[in-house]
Antibody, heavy 124, light 110 residues
Framework: QLQLQESGPGLVKPSETLSLTCTVS??????????WGWIRQPPGKGLEWIGS???????YYNPSLKSRVTISVDTSKNQFSLKLSSVTAADTAVYYC????????????????WGQGTLVTVSS | SSELTQDPAVSVALGQTVRITCQGD??????ASWYQQKPGQAPVLVIY???NRPSGIPDRFSGSSSGNTASLTITGAQAEDEADYYC?????????????FGGGTKLTVL
């Protein structure tokens, strides 16, 4: 059974860089069928897609966050990571990682399963 | 990027049928996927593709699409279905490789 687990600091200072890692277990991150994504949810608000990465390193980002986001993959550790620079209080959210099923030529995509999420608070 | 619009809140009587809708231009090109989120928990996929349910999702959940609107229908709503529901699809603007989420619908089972 595929499982994902987010890890990283729960508190980040304004203007610094938020860094999180997602560890995948029960399956290989190098599977050719899947992307791997990050999604966040500010307290009391809805879901926002941050970006997704293929095991080869190809990335796709939310245009509204693209200038501050870097997603990378480490296939040797079965992990992928998120870096979000120049954070502000508006970046306070629960950050989720998830397997992103997206066949480029297909007309659907979905996220399944999801990690449990980790709360990151931006505060001095 | 495209937007997906959902009603903020919907209610249904126990055992009745409820439809939760999601509107957006990208839905003319792509199917929506649907997620259930209960308080303090991660979202769970309930519908994907044309109308597919992951293993373990009850068959009272179904999906459909027409024009720019996707719908999640719960036939015979149960108390445990009370949750927030989010739609998601690929974005038909830009390079079509980005994705977008709806704002979510809070379902209350009366």
């Amino acid at each position: 059974q595929l499982q994902l687990q987010e890890s990283g600091p729960g508190l980040v200072k304004p203007s610094e860089t938020l860094s999180l890692t997602c560890t995948v277990s029960g399956g290989s991150i190098s599977s050719s069928s899947y992307y791997w994504g990050w999604i966040r949810q500010p307290p009391g608000k809805g879901l926002e897609w941050i970006g997704s990465i293929y095991y080869s390193g190809s990335t796709y980002y939310n245009p509204s966050l693209k200038s501050r986001v870097t997603i990378s993959v480490d296939t040797s550790k079965n992990q992928f990571s998120l870096k979000l620079s120049s954070v502000t209080a508006a970046d306070t959210a629960v950050y989720y990682c998830a397997r992103h099923v997206m066949v480029v030529a297909a007309i659907s995509s979905w996220f399944d399963p999801w990690g449990q999420g980790t709360l990151v608070t931006v505060s001095s | 990027s495209s937007e997906l619009t959902q009603d903020p809140a919907v209610s249904v009587a126990l055992g009745q049928t409820v439809r939760i809708t999601c509107q957006g231009d990208s839905l003319r090109s792509y199917y929506a996927s649907w997620y259930q989120q209960k308080p303090g928990q991660a979202p769970v996929l309930v519908i994907y593709g044309k109308n597919n349910r992951p293993s373990g999702i009850p068959d009272r959940f179904s999906g459909s699409s027409s024009g720019n609107t996707a719908s999640l229908t719960i036939t015979g709503a149960q108390a445990e279905d009370e949750a927030d529901y989010y739609c998601n699809s690929r974005d038909s603007s830009g390079n079509h490789l980005e994705v977008v989420f709806g704002g979510g619908t809070k379902l209350t089972v009366l």
